[in-house]
């Protein structure tokens, strides 16, 4: 069974790490947000497909938190063309301008 659960030792930034039967297989950090974004620094793991769920961790994490708002500070090219397909960014921005409204489409319009 697959866990993400959150690293609540690191408080200067939002980390949560996948584990499958107590060992590691992926994670993702994001900072915490100053201006109501919050900020997708870094994201892997041993599957590409595992990048959906870890991203919608931290992105549920902040819409129960009132953000709104995600940048993806991604630079790997691979993981953008993943995170494109995803439906989390679009070819021209790297920003999820409503995780309100991400969460509200049907998972076909993806």
């Known amino acids: 069974m ?9 408080a200067d930034k939002l980390v949560f790490n996948m584990e499958e ?7 993702i ?3 915490l947000p100053e201006d109501g974004c919050i900020e997708i620094v870094s994201l892997e793991s041993e599957k590409e497909l ?17 953000i709104d708002r995600a940048v ?6 691979r993981q953008l063309y993943r995170l494109r397909g995803f439906g989390f960014i679009t070819p021209d ?3 999820l301008e409503s ?3 991400f969460f509200s489409r049907d998972c076909a319009d993806a």
């Open 2 to 10: 697959i866990t993400i659960l959150r690293d609540t030792e690191i």
């Open 21 to 27: 039967d107590g060992r590691r297989i992926g994670g």
């Open 29 to 31: 950090t994001a900072k």
């Open 50 to 66: 595992y990048y959906d769920g870890l991203c919608r961790t931290v992105l549920a994490y902040a819409n129960i938190r009132g």
């Open 72 to 77: 993806f500070d991604i630079t790997d090219e």
């Open 93 to 95: 921005s790297n920003v």
């Open 99 to 101: 995780i309100t409204e």
